[in-house]
């Protein structure tokens, strides 16, 4: 998880409310990441940018929006308008190595 | 486009078994692979990855994967299974030569360690 923050940790969010999630990563990455982990469907992708001040839909991106105006920085907010928004969210970021690295998550409860 | 699957949802082993755990996947061209676990409420943790040379990859933990071109595969494996491995794994592909576009990862084997 080192270099990665995702915050909060456990969000509980009402309906109709919007609600955004924290991600910070200190390794000087270009590429970050915003996952949603549903049990027994893996990891499914939500936004990712390449670069600053740019960004692309992931597979499920309906009902979220980003964005990317500091390099460290890559906020997730959850609208009112995604309408099974409880899950897991992974924040991850990527830079010349390939692989990429994953924060602790957020786990986002519908009240 | 590219995708993975890992058949087993399930893995169970006896402490000091040997484990395996399956992958894999369909991409064009020579992919870059890689092995993630999660344990409960944590992110995912890399293990080890594939991008080219020996296909007999080293990583974390004692694990290790193998690259199998012919047969589209990147088992995990690990000699001596340890209780505290009981986790989820993950697989994952990206094609090469396609930047930081994102990984996509099969759905997950849980591999349970009995004592």
């Known amino acids: 998880d080192g270099g990665i923050t995702q915050s909060p940790k456990y969000l509980f969010r009402k309906e109709g409310q919007n609600v955004t999630l924290s991600c910070e990563q200190n390794?000087?990455?270009?590429?970050m990441y915003w996952y949603r982990q549903d049990p027994g469907q893996g990891l499914r992708l939500i936004y990712y940018?390449?670069?600053?001040?740019?960004?692309q839909k992931g597979d499920i991106a309906e009902g979220y929006s980003v964005s990317r105006e500091k390099k460290e920085s890559f906020p997730l907010t959850v609208t009112s308008a995604q309408k099974n928004p409880t899950a897991f969210y992974l924040c991850?970021?990527?830079?010349?190595?390939?692989?990429?690295?994953f924060g602790p998550g957020t786990r986002l409860t519908v009240l | 486009a590219q995708s993975v699957a890992q058949p087993e949802d399930q893995v169970n082993v006896a402490e000091g078994n040997p484990l395996t755990v399956k992958c894999t996947y369909s991409?064009?061209?020579?992919?870059?692979l890689f092995w993630y676990v999660q344990y409960p409420n944590r992110g995912l943790q890399f293990l080890l990855k594939?991008?080219?040379?020996?296909?007999l990859v080293k990583g974390s933990y004692g694990f290790e994967a193998e690259f199998n071109k012919s047969q589209t595969s990147f088992h995990l494996k690990k000699p001596s299974a340890l209780v505290s491995d009981s986790a989820l794994y993950f697989c994952?592909?990206?094609?090469?030569?396609?930047?930081?576009?994102?990984?996509?990862f099969g759905k997950g084997t849980r591999l349970s360690v009995i004592a």
């Open positions: 994952a592909v990206r094609p090469p030569d396609s930047g930081n576009t994102p990984l996509v």
């Open positions: 991409v064009s061209g020579n992919p870059y």
């Open positions: 390794l000087n990455h270009d590429a």
């Open positions: 991850a970021s990527a830079g010349a190595r390939y692989e990429q690295f």
């Open positions: 940018s390449q670069i600053v001040n740019d960004f």
């Open positions: 594939y991008i080219t040379g020996d296909n």
